[in-house]
């Protein structure tokens, strides 16, 4: 199995930028699809950004096209989300997901198969 490990969170003035970072480790870090979820407080996880083992295949949610960057360090077993403009809807705390056999495009929670503990993410407007 997989330990998944987020940080990186914190308090950010809307308009402003936070990267957050998932350390793996005890798997096969280079042969997952990898995902950032989030929930923000009294709602439901939502998808928020996939990617490819490759790193060459990423895939987004309609709320955060444009904003968000999904990428991954194969070597350092991680994985980074880069949230620029930030809005206070995108406050939540936020998950990062391992999926051993799916796509980038897998957005339902169920398809994943590890998952961090979370780290919150505050926007303040």
């Known amino acids: 199995q997989v330990q998944l490990v987020e940080s990186g969170g914190g308090l950010v003035q809307a308009g402003g930028s936070l990267r957050l970072s998932c350390a793996a480790s005890?798997?096969?870090?280079?042969?997952?699809?990898m995902g950032w979820f989030r929930q923000p407080p009294g709602k439901e996880r939502e998808f928020v950004a996939g990617i490819s083992w490759s790193g060459l295949n990423t895939y987004y949610a309609d709320s955060v096209k444009g904003r968000f960057t999904i990428s991954r360090d194969n070597a350092k077993t991680t994985l980074y989300l880069q949230m620029n403009s930030l809005k206070s809807e995108d406050t939540a705390v936020y998950y990062c997901?391992?999926?051993?056999?799916?796509?980038?495009?897998?957005?339902?929670?169920?398809?994943?198969?590890?998952w961090g503990q979370g780290t919150q993410v505050t926007v303040s407007s």
């Open positions: 997901a391992a999926n051993r056999i799916g796509r980038s495009t897998d957005t339902s929670p169920s398809r994943y198969d590890y």
């Open positions: 005890g798997g096969r870090f280079s042969t997952y699809v």
